[in-house]
């Protein structure tokens, strides 16, 4: 009876450990990369003027999406006398000279904590900046610059531990849209798309940087961020490259299984989703795949390949999958729902996105909390949603920052938020933003 009464208040500690790192935004796509958020006591609808700001702080321009760890919020920017925005075009790369900067705030009040900076000249298209969400990991950050610039910074000083450049120290090139695939840490190993000679990924430490393993024989390493699974049996590490999709043991980089998927315009951009059994990928020009692992070795089968009358075919978005369903934002902006099994649409809509069927690339960012949606927007909106197959129901929706990049001729807003302390976490070329959604 002694030892249970012991016991008891240690299991409480354990679990109170547990939900308040489930409180952090960390990395992409939050603590699990997997999209959710799981934290209660959240508004059911917006107030009359949208949720209460809690601050908002002046940063540069970048598409990099905020981190938030142990009460500290990360976030990656350009600063430089060149007008960016007027500069972004799809087809054509721009010079810009700046200093690529990372940013510590304080996730109460805004405030600056600690900056890092490094001089950088852009060679690509839409030079405004970073494009990739720090990774935040026992006490360490570790931010990539459009550029290829790799820093790993102690999180509570600022100060370099240790850093990395893709071009000089991997003979990687600059891709035409920027480095884009958010590091990834699994254990001691901090995983990374880099291309060039020192193939399409590379582990790292992440204590020292020493290169442990790489693998991929491909130059060009795309946009992707690579994906951990666990199927037939072993730890997976799913990569889409711009023409295959590949699984390679994290440990050690020994390839498993790869099955073509050529991008269009080298644009593998989203993370591979997994749900059940069943792994999903795709990109603009109808190319998507639905493959099915093997329960008993790490292999894979093709179930269903998308045509432009099935899929969803995402562009800045990786989408949800959940109930046989797939989520995504669809090229040139509608969200779909699709059936897992077959690839048939279920309904779409651009409600939630740009309202217009004409745009391109619309983009809204999906996130789940309890039984229904998050979405960001790339108007700065933020929209409470349910969604089901049978259709999209909006709850509430409100304005959180004005669109200031250039896409297509029209204002965005292309930058994932991050939600923690009850709070979100959104940024433009401006401002970054908190805002409490607590009951």
């Keep these: 009876m002694h030892t249970t009464r012991l016991l008891f208040p240690t299991l409480l500690l ?20 997997n999209s959710v958020w799981r934290e209660t006591g959240i508004i059911d609808t917006f107030p009359k003027g949208g949720p209460k700001v809690e601050w908002r702080a002046k940063i540069g321009s970048g598409y990099a999406g ?55 000249t852009y060679d690509i298209s839409y030079p405004s900046g970073p494009r990739c969400t720090p990774t935040v990991v026992g006490g360490k ?9 790799l820093v790993c910074l102690d999180a509570k000083k600022g100060t370099v531990l240790w850093s990395k450049d893709f071009k000089k120290d991997c003979g990687a090139k600059t891709p035409n849209w920027g480095f884009a695939g958010h590091p990834l840490v699994d254990g001691k190993k901090l995983i990374c ?9 590379v582990a790292f430490d992440k204590d020292s940087g020493k290169e442990l393993w790489k693998s991929l024989d491909s130059e060009d390493a795309g946009y992707s ?47 591979p989703r997994k749900l059940g059994d ?18 008993d070795k790490p292999a894979v089968t093709e179930v269903w390949r998308g045509k432009r009358e099935t899929a969803v075919y995402p562009v800045n978005s990786t989408p949800f999958l959940e109930d046989n369903t797939i989520y995504g934002v669809n090229q040139p902006g509608e ?17 939630p996105t740009t309202g217009d069927t004409s745009a391109n690339s619309g983009t809204a960012f999906l ?21 089901s197959r049978k259709g999209y129901e909006e709850i509430s929706r409100a304005k959180l920052l004005e669109p200031t990049s250039n896409a297509f001729g029209r204002p965005v807003v292309w930058s994932h938020p991050a939600f923690a302390n009850r709070c979100v976490y959104a940024r433009n070329d401006r401002e970054i933003v908190c805002a409490s959604l607590a009951k």
């Excluded at 880099?194 to 990924?201: F, I, L, S, T």
């Excluded at 690839?343 to 651009?350: F, K, Q, V």
């Design 14 to 33: 354990l679990s109170a450990a547990l939900y308040a790192k489930a409180d952090d935004w960390p990395q992409w796509l939050g603590p699990q990369r």
């Design 66 to 120: 905020p981190a938030v760890g142990d009460g500290r919020v990360f976030v990656a920017d350009l600063v430089t006398k060149a007008d960016v925005i007027k500069l972004g075009d799809p087809n054509k790369r721009a010079k810009v000279a700046g200093k690529e900067r990372v940013l510590c705030l304080d996730a109460k009040t805004g405030s600056e904590l600690w900056k890092h900076e490094h001089d950088v």
């Design 141 to 149: 950050v570790y931010s990539l610059g459009a550029e290829g610039n």
């Design 193 to 201: 798309m880099v291309g060039g000679k020192d193939g399409a990924v």
């Design 225 to 271: 961020t690579p994906a951990l699974i666990t199927a037939g049996g072993k730890k997976q590490l799913v990569i889409w490259l711009p023409k295959t999709l590949d699984g390679i043991d994290p440990e050690t980089g020994k390839p498993y299984w790869s099955a073509p998927l050529v991008a269009q315009y080298g644009m593998s951009i989203m993370t």
């Design 278 to 295: 069943y792994l999903f990928v795709g990109g603009i020009g109808w190319q998507a795949v639905l493959l099915k692992l093997d329960q």
């Design 335 to 351: 969200l779909r729902a699709v059936d897992l099994a077959t690839g048939r649409r279920l309904w779409e809509t651009t409600r």
């Design 367 to 387: 996130v789940k909390n309890g039984d229904r949606f998050f979405l960001f927007n790339e108007k700065g909106e933020l929209i409470i949603a349910r969604l």
